[in-house]
C-alpha cells in the first residue's frame, strides 16, 4: 500500500512502528474544499479550524496560510496557537468549567472569549473585563457519531440552556458589555446532511428571543463544527457543497426576518479537514486462538484511543494484502493491559502473519494527540508526507522522557 506515494513498507522500516503519517496535501485539499462550500458574495463567513482533532504545529501552520483562525479549548492549545503564528484576534477561546487561570491566560492573550455557563461569567470578571463576550448556548438538541461525543441536549455537560440564555446575555449587559458574539456547538462526526441547517435555524430562532429581549445585536454567530467522515461501516459520506448552499440560504433568510443586523458566520471545523489524511501504522506482533481469535498489535488504546473510548470503528488494511479475499474472523487489539484493548471485534481480514503490516485509515482527528504512555508504551512518531518527501515531525518517546518529569525526593 501507498500513502501520498509513499510505500507503507518503507516508512515502516525507516521510522518504526506505530506509527502515524499524513498526507499534507490531503488536508489542505479538505480546507478548501470547505471554504468553496460557504463562499458567498453578500455574507462573510469566517473559520476556525478545531485544535483539539490534532493540534500539531506543522498543522496549525497549514490551516494559518490557509486563512483559518483557531478554535482553542484550553490555555495550552492557545499557547500553540499563538506560537503557530495565528493572531489573537483569529482565536477563539471555549473552554468548560473555566477556572479563573484559564480565564486570565485567554485575556491576556486579547483572544475571543466564548463562555460555557452563567456562572463564568462572575469568574470572568474577577480577572478582568475583555471588549466581547460570547456565551456558548445548548440548544436543547444534539447529535453525534456516537453518544460519548454528542455536545447539545439534557445529556450534554456544555453550555448554557437555551432557556437561561437571555439571563446570560442580560447579566453582560448589566455588567457594561456592548458587543456580543453567539456560539453552540451540538455534536461531532454527524454524517446528516440535514442536521446542520436545521440546527442553524433552531439557533437563530434563539439569539431572535435574546435580541428581542435586549435589544443586542450580535457580531458573529458561531455555529460550531460536527462535519463528520465516513469511517469503517459507513456508507454515506456528506455533500458538502450541498450542506453549505443551505446553510447560507438559512443564515441569510433567518438573520434578516429576526432583524439580526449583519453578523458574520463562523464555522468550527476540525475531524472533516484532517481525518482523513491520517494513518496508523502497526505491526502484527502475535496471533492467537483461545475462546475467540486474536491479532495483536504493537499499537494499543494508549496509541489510538477512539475504539476503546466510544467503540469507534476504523478500517483496518493488511499492507500487501489489499485485494485479498477476507478469509479469518477475529478480533484485532493491542498489547496494553486492559480487556477493553480492542480496537475491533469479529473483523474480516485476509490471512494474516507475525510481521504484517495493519493501516488503520481515517487516523488524522483524535488519534495522536489522545495517545498516552500508558504501561510505559511511549507516544508513536509522527511522519508528515509533503510533495512526495517524508519528513519525521514528531520523535518516537523514550523512557528518557518519562524521567525528565520526574522530580527526586
Do not use: W
Not at 435586549?214 to 459520506?237: A, V, W
Request: with cysteine.
Amino acid at each position: 500500500m501507498k500513502i501520498a506515494g509513499k510505500e507503507v513498507k518503507e516508512l515502516a522500516e525507516k521510522y518504526g512502528t506505530p506509527l502515524y503519517v499524513y498526507d499534507f496535501a490531503k488536508i489542505r485539499e479538505k480546507a478548501r474544499q470547505l471554504k468553496s462550500a460557504f463562499r458567498a458574495a453578500d455574507l462573510v463567513v469566517d473559520f476556525y479550524y478545531a485544535m483539539k482533532a490534532n493540534c500539531h504545529p506543522a498543522i496549525l501552520s497549514i490551516f494559518a496560510e490557509e486563512g483559518f483562525g483557531a478554535d482553542c479549548v484550553s490555555p495550552g492549545e492557545l499557547q500553540l496557537a499563538l506560537r503557530a503564528g495565528i493572531p489573537p484576534e483569529r482565536i477563539i477561546y471555549t473552554g468548560n468549567y473555566e477556572s479563573p487561570q484559564d480565564l486570565q491566560a485567554a485575556l491576556e492573550a486579547g483572544v475571543k472569549i466564548n463562555l460555557d455557563d452563567i456562572s463564568s461569567l462572575s469568574r470572568l470578571l474577577q480577572v478582568g473585563q475583555p471588549d466581547l463576550i460570547t456565551f456558548r448556548i445548548n440548544p436543547g438538541k444534539g447529535d453525534g457519531k456516537f453518544e460519548q461525543i454528542t455536545t447539545g441536549g439534557e445529556r450534554a455537560k456544555f453550555g448554557i440552556p437555551f432557556e437561561k440564555a437571555v439571563i446570560a446575555y442580560q447579566n453582560a449587559v448589566h455588567a457594561g458589555f456592548s458587543r456580543f458574539g453567539a456560539h453552540m456547538m451540538t455534536g461531532s462526526g454527524i454524517l446528516k446532511n440535514h442536521y446542520f441547517s436545521a440546527m442553524l435555524d433552531l439557533f437563530l430562532n434563539i439569539l431572535g428571543e435574546i435580541h428581542n429581549a435586549l435589544g443586542i445585536q450580535f457580531e458573529f454567530i458561531d455555529m460550531g463544527g460536527g462535519f463528520g467522515i465516513p469511517y469503517y461501516g459507513d456508507s454515506t459520506e456528506l455533500d458538502i457543497a450541498g450542506i453549505g448552499r443551505k446553510i447560507l440560504q438559512v443564515f441569510r433568510n433567518k438573520v434578516q426576518q429576526l432583524n439580526l443586523g449583519n453578523p458574520v458566520l463562523f464555522l468550527e471545523p476540525g475531524r472533516f479537514l484532517v481525518g482523513d489524511s491520517g494513518y496508523l501504522i502497526a505491526r502484527v506482533t502475535g496471533m492467537k486462538q483461545s475462546y475467540r481469535n486474536y491479532i495483536g498489535l504493537d499499537a494499543g488504546f494508549n496509541t489510538l484511543i477512539r475504539s476503546a473510548l466510544y467503540g469507534a470503528q476504523h478500517e483496518i488494511i493488511i499492507d500487501g494484502k489489499e485485494q485479498a479475499p477476507p478469509i479469518i474472523k477475529t478480533d484485532v487489539c493491542g498489547p496494553i493491559c486492559e480487556n477493553t484493548d480492542i480496537f475491533a471485534r469479529d473483523r474480516s481480514l485476509p490471512e494474516v502473519k507475525e510481521g504484517d503490516l495493519a493501516i488503520f485509515t481515517q487516523a488524522g482527528a483524535y488519534g495522536y494527540v489522545m495517545s498516552m504512555d500508558y504501561n510505559l508504551r511511549f507516544r508513536p512518531a509522527e511522519v508528515a508526507l509533503i510533495n512526495g518527501t517524508d519528513f519525521l515531525i514528531t520523535r518516537r518517546g523514550t523512557i528518557d522522557d518519562y524521567y525528565d518529569k520526574i522530580q527526586s525526593l
